[in-house]
């Protein structure tokens, strides 16, 4: 691996690149917790579904903070 980050083939560095991708990352894994979340509550399992979405509210903070510091550094 190279320590440069060119950005050659994406026209975006790679740092910038991996907080966009981690932002998608949180972003779809809050839906897909959606349907596990409606999947528990269906089976009747309380326990399940206060997990997924303890973990979906997660998945949406991190969305939130990795959107907040995309947003500082193509700002700056």
């Given at each position: 691996?190279?320590?440069?980050?060119?950005?050659?083939?994406?026209?975006?560095?790679?740092?910038?690149?991996?907080?966009?991708?981690?932002?998608?990352?949180?972003?779809?894994?809050?839906?897909?917790?959606?349907?596990?979340?409606?999947?528990?509550?269906?089976?009747?399992?309380?326990?399940?579904?206060?997990?997924?979405?303890?973990?979906?509210?997660?998945?949406?903070?991190g969305a939130e903070e990795g959107k907040e510091l995309l947003?500082?550094?193509?700002?700056?």
């Amino acid at each position: 691996m190279s320590d440069s980050e060119t950005g050659q083939v994406t026209g975006t560095q790679d740092k910038d690149y991996n907080i966009i991708w981690f932002v998608e990352a949180c972003l779809s894994n809050a839906l897909r917790l959606e349907q596990y979340i409606a999947d528990a509550d269906r089976a009747g399992d309380s326990e399940l579904a206060d997990f997924f979405r303890r973990a979906q509210g997660a998945s949406r903070k991190g969305a939130e903070e990795g959107k907040e510091l995309l947003a500082r550094r193509l700002n700056s």
